[in-house]
T-cell receptor
Framework: SQQGEEDPQALSIQEGGNATMNCSYK?????LQWYRQNSGRGLVHLILIRSNEREKHSGRLRVTLDTSKKSSSLLITASRAADTASYFC????????????FGAGTRLFVKA | EAGVAQSPRYKIIEKRQSVAFWCNPISGHATLYWYQQILGQGPKLLIQ????????DSQLPKDRFSAERLKGVDSTLKIQPAKLEDSAVYLC??????????????????FGEGSRLTVL
């Protein structure tokens, strides 16, 4: 079963705009990660946030984590056409060891 | 640094035939994962190895799927016999995670490009 569930399933925005994706999960976690997947390719790690962190930045990415609500968000600012991809959250549950479980993903389309 | 290597990239087989996928992880990575990704869905963990031992294979359909990681390095995933619903991309990933003293457990997974299987 999948631990994380992303919302929305699909998102279309204009270039230059901000894109926000949300992830909810069910069990307590060690950390939460976000990955990106271009069509037909493997997944690429974007950012990891630990369970004791609330916010993290990396370039145009901002990730927040609310462990009380079991949710995370990924914000991509100043979106570019090249950001068009699927974005997945992945969680390492505390129970069951280091098992990284992925959600269903958000498909982002950035229009030029 | 070389990435995770997978082969073949594409495979088309008839149902009830067998297929094998190979993965060579990043050198020094203790943990190796096989994920199945059906079109439009997120990756589903099939099996996780720590060195050459199995950590989790709870979602591996053991009546038809098998995987091994000889000598704790490269790995092979086999499907025999294949069903139509096995059509998917099979992703291999590796990570440093090992729980060893001095090794940073970042949790980051490094993925290969995947092997796309079509079962007709």
């Amino acid at each position: 079963s999948q631990q994380g569930e992303e919302d929305p399933q699909a998102l279309s925005i204009q270039e230059g705009g901000n894109a926000t994706m949300n992830c909810s999960y069910k069990t307590s976690i060690n950390n939460l990660q976000w990955y990106r997947q271009n069509s037909g390719r493997g997944l690429v790690h974007l950012i990891l946030i630990r369970s004791n962190e609330r916010e993290k930045h990396s370039g145009r990415l901002r990730v927040t984590l609310d462990t009380s609500k079991k949710s995370s968000s990924l914000l991509i600012t100043a979106s570019r056409a090249a950001d068009t991809a699927s974005y997945f959250c992945a969680t390492d549950a505390i129970v069951g060891g280091f098992k990284t479980i992925f959600g269903a993903g958000t498909r982002l389309f950035v229009k030029a | 640094e070389a990435g995770v290597a997978q082969s073949p990239r594409y495979k088309i087989i008839e149902k009830r035939q067998s297929v094998a996928f190979w993965c060579n992880p990043i050198s020094g990575h203790a943990t190796l994962y096989w994920y199945q990704q059906i079109l439009g869905q997120g990756p589903k963990l099939l099996i996780q190895f720590q060195n050459n031992g199995v950590v989790d294979d709870s979602q591996l359909p053991k009546d038809r799927f098998s995987a091994e990681r000889l000598k704790g390095v490269d790995s092979t995933l086999k499907i025999q016999p294949a069903k139509l619903e096995d059509s998917a991309v099979y992703l291999c990933a590796s990570s440093l995670r090992a729980g060893l003293a001095g090794v940073t457990n970042t949790g980051e997974l490094f993925f290969g490009e995947g092997s796309r299987l079509t079962v007709l």
